[in-house]
């Protein structure tokens, strides 16, 4: 028998949204991409500032099952962090989709996950898509499994082009892969979440300090990375103009993603940065042509490796803005349909198909 890491979201710091939880119930279902015949919870708690009380969570498959932590139906997640629950006799299909209800007296849980695509992940329970207490599933099956780290930003973290190419992994080489969604809106490669912004806690630890941590937490057989645009987007909008890095550091950045992905001996692909001339931070314009110039130096760099996917010219008009197929509006992040369309060049780039 073997374990792996079957499904995983990034959680982050959330203290701004109140009354997420004002029903005291929630209910997540969550597409599985792997077989097993039992699994179970990583509960989480990590920015919690008192203990998370969980008066019941159930899971519903192919029967319903009580989640139990050390054989209790009723439990709490201690304030700042996580644990997992026991193994659970559930068997699973890939592709079968699971069912947790959760009920909970606290009104804001502030450790929440999101996803607005809702091809993998549903929150059902409430309007806006986040949710609380579920980090990851892990199972026990008898065949091995491979594991897909996506790591990046809220372009990655929002799930359209994300989701997209993992369905279309999992459709061409079924029951073999467990998925990690590694996004964290506003995150940036070289510095940590600092700005004016209300949603400044959730931007999360740098991805240069947060990767090595994901990486150490779970073995990843391929990692998929598109992060530093928000190194651009957000000095001057929110974070000081001075935190604004140079060409140079981003790829310095760049080189030690790639160093980590030699020493975890892990499949490496990273993707150029995106266009987002023409869009706001904070009300306010966040492009000028010193960040361009700054995007289109990295850029260069990384199409000199052939590990590279040119993400950045397939999304790109010739003015360098967001194709407005891609576009959801804002002129920085994905629609749903610009989602799936990356998700199939992503697939075809990397010979998915074939």
Known sequence: MSTIMAWRQMVANFPNLKGLNAQHYQSVQICQPLSATRLRIW?????????LPIKSLVVTGQKTVSVTVSGQTSFQIPAQSRFWSDWLELPVTAGEWLQFETTSSCDSPQTLAQSLDETIVRVTSAS??????????????????????????????????????????????????????????????????????????????????????????QPVNWLIFMEGLNDLLHPGNGSPITEL??????????????????????????????????????????????????????????????????????????????????????????????????????????????
């Open 43 to 51: 509960l989480t708690n990590d920015y919690g500032d008192a203990p």
């Open 128 to 217: 806006r898509p986040y949710f609380f207490g579920l980090a990851a599933i892990e199972v026990e099956r008898e065949d091995s499994a491979q594991s897909l780290l996506m790591f990046g930003d809220s372009l990655t973290n929002q799930g359209y082009y994300s989701a997209a190419f993992s369905r279309r992994l999992l459709t061409s080489q079924p029951d073999q892969w467990g998925i990690t969604n590694g996004g964290i809106s506003g995150n940036r490669l070289l510095r940590p979440g600092h700005s004016t912004s209300e949603w400044s806690p959730s931007f999360g630890a740098a991805g240069l300090d947060r990767l090595p941590r994901l990486l150490t937490e």
């Open 245 to 354: 890095p140079r060409a140079a550091e981003l790829i310095a950045g760049l080189k030690q993603v790639q160093q980590l992905a030699q020493t975890q001996h892990c499949r490496l692909t990273l993707m150029t940065i995106t266009p987002f001339k023409g869009g706001l931070n904070g009300g306010a314009p966040a492009w000028n042509p010193t960040k361009e110039q700054i995007r289109q130096t990295v850029n260069r760099y990384l199409r000199s490796l052939p590990l590279t996917v040119d993400l950045a010219q397939f999304v790109a008009t010739a003015d360098q803005r967001l194709v407005p197929d891609f576009d959801c509006g804002d002129h920085i992040h994905f629609s749903a349909a610009g989602g799936e369309l990356v998700g199939r060049f992503l697939t075809e780039q990397l010979q998915l198909d074939q």
